[in-house]
């Protein structure tokens, strides 16, 4: 079972990758959530994959059996959870914003800074 995991993580690595190297800002966002869903992925196989014992301390004990899942990794994918959705909600907003302002969500039409038609500064004095 954590095996397959494994290679959904690997598969959710190489297309948020592939995505993220993409000329347009949309495509670039899209990469940016699905990076976030294979850390998480990659975080809920590490803390082991066991449906037969929950991550509960039983009454009477100080710890938790050694062949239940661990809580921690689950902790830590909740919080990741609502961080990664708050950075996407920003990162929609300033796309969107950008759009408005330039009319495109390609990044070779934002250069803003560096316009294409204007002549190159002094190389020397």
């Known amino acids: 079972m954590e095996a397959l995991f494994a290679i959904l993580v690997g598969i959710f690595f190489a ?24 850390v998480n992925l990659l975080l809920f196989t590490a803390g082991r994959l066991t449906a037969e014992v929950p991550p509960i301390i039983p009454a009477g004990s100080d710890t938790l059996a050694m062949d ?43 250069r803003v800074a560096e316009p294409k038609d204007e002549p190159m500064p002094p190389m020397g004095y």
């Not at 297309?15 to 294979?38: F, P, T």
């Open 15 to 38: 297309a948020a990758l592939y995505l993220m190297m993409s000329k347009h800002i949309i495509r670039v966002l899209l990469g940016v959530v699905l990076l976030g869903n294979a």
């Open 68 to 110: 239940a899942a661990n809580p921690l990794p689950q902790a830590l994918i909740l919080t990741a959870i609502v961080i990664s959705f708050s950075f996407f909600c920003f990162l929609l907003v300033l796309t969107y914003r950008a759009y408005q302002d330039l009319g495109t969500d390609d990044t070779d039409d934002m």
